[in-house]
């Protein structure tokens, strides 16, 4: 499935009733366009709107296929069907704009050509069965907006560059006390089955260097998946990363002893110093 170099991500979701559908953190329109293109002009989709997790874009190698990824049907048979559809480029949300047309721009305030910043815990809906809460999640940077979605009993979470799979995003613009609100105040008080898409494929090295803080049975299988698979969003919930995440994990004693720390702040701030200059 994987096939860019690059290692963000960016997302499709459709509601699969109405076929509309918004772009997560969207892609290298090169690539992508003409696919989008394809399924608009076939009416297996219906645009809708874009979603930004933060206001950076990224300057790295597109993928060049669709991806389709489908989560567990819940009782009513219907699930979430999410998209990877690229990697994401700087400047990109004027570029969908001018090729798709006027199309409502959802992110934090400074987001390229944004035109609603929803409120923390503000819901909306995509189509006809997908209700979106957005999660404000201020660190990485001070827009970053996290999108909790719901379709019957099937729930993810776009994390953008806040929550990775067993690691988090770097302190741009916001401290160790903005990190372990985000973490530990918002995303790990959502229902442990809610699956993560977060916004790079970092996995390996977030294992890695887990490793050398908290060896636990749950971080070696991170690992071992890691290693086995390439590709690793929408694999693991909620629940997993409070167990396999050290970020998540901060009262664990290994990690008190790994930092010289115990106040959970400070475990924190030390832990994102020490991953910063990880080199395994």
Request: glycine residues 10%; hydrophobic residues 35%.
């Amino acid at each position: 499935m994987w096939t860019g170099r690059g290692d963000n991500y960016a997302y499709l979701v459709v509601d699969d009733q109405s076929r509309e559908a918004v772009i997560i953190d969207p892609a290298h329109p090169s690539e992508v366009a003409p696919v989008l293109r394809r399924q608009l002009d076939a009416g297996e989709i219906k645009l809708t709107g874009i979603l930004n997790t933060h206001q950076y874009g990224c300057t790295v190698t597109p993928k060049e296929q669709l991806t389709r990824v489908r989560g567990a049907e819940g009782a009513d048979g219907r699930a979430l069907m999410i998209i990877v559809i690229g990697i994401m480029q700087a400047g990109t949300t004027r570029w969908y704009l001018d090729l798709f047309g006027p199309l409502p721009v959802t992110g934090g305030k400074d987001c390229q050509a944004v035109t609603k910043t929803p409120q923390h815990r503000e819901q909306f809906s995509i189509g006809q069965n997908i209700s979106v809460t957005a999660l404000h999640t201020p660190c990485h940077t001070q827009d970053s907006i996290c999108y909790l979605m719901q379709d019957g009993e099937d729930r993810v979470v776009f994390t953008g560059d806040t929550l990775f799979i067993g690691g988090c995003g770097r302190f741009f613009e916001g401290t160790a006390k903005d990190m372990f609100a985000a973490l530990g105040g918002t995303l790990a008080h959502l229902p442990d089955d809610t699956r993560v898409f977060p916004g790079h494929e970092y996995t390996k090295a977030n294992a890695k260097f887990a490793l050398t803080v908290m060896d636990s049975k749950w971080t070696r299988r991170l690992q071992s998946f890691a290693e086995a698979n390439e590709q690793t969003q929408g694999k693991f919930t909620i629940a997993d990363e409070k167990w396999h995440n050290p970020f998540m994990r901060l009262g664990d004693e290994q990690l008190h002893k790994a930092t010289g720390e115990t106040d959970f702040v400070k475990v924190m701030a030390a832990l994102r110093e020490m991953k910063n200059n990880f080199k395994g």
